[in-house]
C-alpha cells in the first residue's frame, strides 16, 4: 500500500527520509556503567534497531520498554506503552518522528508481544511529544501491521492535515483500534472530512477524539450525516470546531443525528457557540434518542456557548423524559434563576446525581443558584497518574463506558 522500501518515505510524500546520527550511551546506565543486561526482547530490539539503523538511542523509551519487558515476563496481559512526553517523574527526552520511526518498527508484528499478552491488548501512548506528520506515517504504518494495537493516543503531537489522513485511510482497513486521540492535533477541515469518511467504511472504532482539532463546520457537519449510520461508535469528541455564523446548522445537524443514532453514548460539543436555537433541536433528539448518556456543552475557559434559561430548562426536561440520558455538563453558560430551580429540582427528584454534572444548586435569601463543582470532569482528560491506581470516574471525560463494553 505504501509503495516505499522499508523505513523510507515515499519521495511523494514530501517528508525526508530519518537522518543518521551516531548512538551515543543510554543515559539510564548505571553510574559505574555496569547497565544490566535487558530482561526481555522489546528493550534489547530497541538497542538493536538503534545501532543497526545509525540512530540516538532515546533513554525515555529505553526505560519505558524495560518496564514492559518486565510486565510481559510477569504475564500481564493488558500493557499499554506510556512514553507521555508530559511525564514529569522520570527524565523525559520527546519522542520525534525519527524516534517513533524505530519504536514502530520494534513493535510491528512483534513475535514477543504476540506471543506475551493476549491478543487485541496492547496501548501506545505518546502525548505531548513531537512525532508531528512524520511519526503520523509511521503510526500509520504501524496500524497496518500490530493487530494487537486497540489503544493510541497522539494528542498534542504537531500533525497536521496530511498526518490526519494518513492515519484516517489507514483505518479504512484496520480492525482491531478501538479507541483513537487525536486532541489538540490541527487536522483542521481538511483532515476531519478524512475522519468523517473513515467511519462510513471502519465497523470496529469505538472512540474517536477530535478534541481542540480546528475541524471546521463543513466535516462537523460530515460526522453528523456519518454518525446516522455508523452503528460501532460509541464515543466523539467534537469540541473545539472552527466555526463562522451564527446560524447553528452543525448544531441542528447533530440533533438530526441523534434522532437517528441509537448506539451513541458520550458526545463532546465544548465551545460550539450553541444557543437556545441549536439547543432546541438537540433537547427534541435527546426525547427520541435512547443510548446516549453523556452530554457536555459546557466551556472550560471561554466563554463559547451562549444558552440562556429556556434553552437550559428544555434541556433538564431531557433528563426528566429520557431515563437513559444520566450524564450532562452544562457550567460557562447563562443561568437565570428558572434554570437554577429546574436543577435543583432535578437533584431532588433524582433524575440527576451530584456525581453526573458539573453544577450544585445553594440557596441564599430564599433564592436558588447553581455553583460550578468538579467531581472528575475532565480530570484525566489531558493526563493520567504517572503513579498509584487509576480509577475511572463516572463523570472523566470520555471514560463513561470502556471500549469493547456492551451495554
Known sequence: MWGSPEGAIPAKSGYPAPAATPSPASAWALADNSAPEPVGSLQKRYKNLCMEKSRKINPFILHILQGVDEEIEKGLEGITLNIAGNNHLIPVERVTGEDFWILSKVLEKNPYINASICLCSLGLDVRYNFISDVGAYYAAKLLQKQYSLIYLNLMFNDIGPEGGELIAKVLHKNTTLKYLRMTGNKIENKGGMFFATMLQINSSLEKLDLGDCDLGMQS????????????????INLNRPILYGKEEESTVHLGHMLKENQCLVELHMCKHDIRNGGLKHLCEALYLNKSLRYLDVSWLSVVSNN???????????????NPTFSNI???????????????SDLFQM????????DVEPFVVDGHVYLAEVSN?????????PTYGAFYHSANAGFNLVQVGQHL
Open 220 to 235: 462537523v457537519i460530515a460526522f453528523a450525516t456519518v454518525l446516522t449510520q455508523n452503528q460501532t461508535i460509541k464515543g
Open 307 to 321: 444558552i440562556k434559561g429556556e434553552g437550559l430548562v428544555a434541556l433538564s426536561q431531557s433528563l426528566k423524559i
Open 329 to 343: 455538563y452544562i457550567w460557562g453558560n447563562k443561568f437565570d434563576e428558572a434554570t437554577c430551580v429546574a436543577y
Open 350 to 357: 433524582g433524575h440527576l446525581k451530584p456525581e453526573n454534572t
Open 376 to 384: 472528575g470532569l475532565k480530570k484525566h482528560y489531558y493526563w493520567t
